[in-house]
């Protein structure tokens, strides 16, 4: 089984903003695998099953409902619901130390500064779970980061942003389907806004 938690911030306001790309990648996984999601505690959870080389994988997706400095609360609640293990999981979120147009996969780690990855590693005891970050890019000169990451994509931002939704959901199925190491050797690499350059 693998539990994808796609981190962000609840509620119309924030939906289309930096901080919630997690939520949207994994609203877009949904959306792939026909499934979806209902209120169940904490989060909105949906399950599906993906094929892979070795047979049939429960995928497991979550919204965490708390706001994102309380996102642990929520996944040390998915967790034990599942009788899950934090390997188990596969966090996405946003990162700004990582450009708008790359994804990067990681095995553990720190939260990096990350709000979101600092309640969760608060709550389970442990920082040894896998992340898909998502990159937003940092702020320009004297644009306070808080308010960077609340504000909306810039519109000629949004057409590369469904582009890279649908690139972080490929990863993430590569990940449940063959495993981590496959899927950072093929997409930690990429550079999407380099590659559409290009062509």
Do not use: W
């Not at 509620?11 to 996984?29: D, E, P």
């Not at 970050?133 to 519109?155: M, Q, T």
């Amino acid at each position: 089984m693998i539990c994808v938690v796609g981190l962000g911030n609840p509620g119309r306001k924030y939906a289309f903003t930096r901080h919630n790309v997690g939520f949207m990648v994994v609203s877009r996984l949904a959306e792939r695998l026909s499934i979806s999601f209902s209120e169940a505690g904490f989060s909105d959870v949906a399950r599906g099953t993906m094929f892979g080389p070795e047979g049939p994988i429960e995928i497991v997706l979550a919204k965490p409902g708390t706001y994102m400095n309380q996102s642990g609360q929520a996944v040390l609640e998915l967790l034990s619901d599942l009788e899950a293990r934090p390997e188990n999981l596969l966090v996405v979120h946003d990162d700004m130390d990582l450009p708008f147009g790359r994804i990067r996969i990681k095995r553990k780690g720190s939260s990096g500064g990350h709000r979101g990855i600092e309640s969760i590693i608060s709550s389970l005891g442990t920082s040894e779970f896998p992340r898909l970050k998502v990159g937003i890019g940092r702020p320009a000169p004297g644009v306070d980061p808080v308010d960077y990451v609340l504000r909306p994509f810039e519109r000629e931002e949004t057409e590369h942003l469904l582009l890279i939704i649908e690139l972080a959901v490929d990863a993430v199925m590569s990940v449940a389907t063959y495993g981590l190491d496959r899927a950072m050797s093929e997409y930690n690499g990429k550079d999407l806004l380099e590659e559409n350059e290009k062509t």
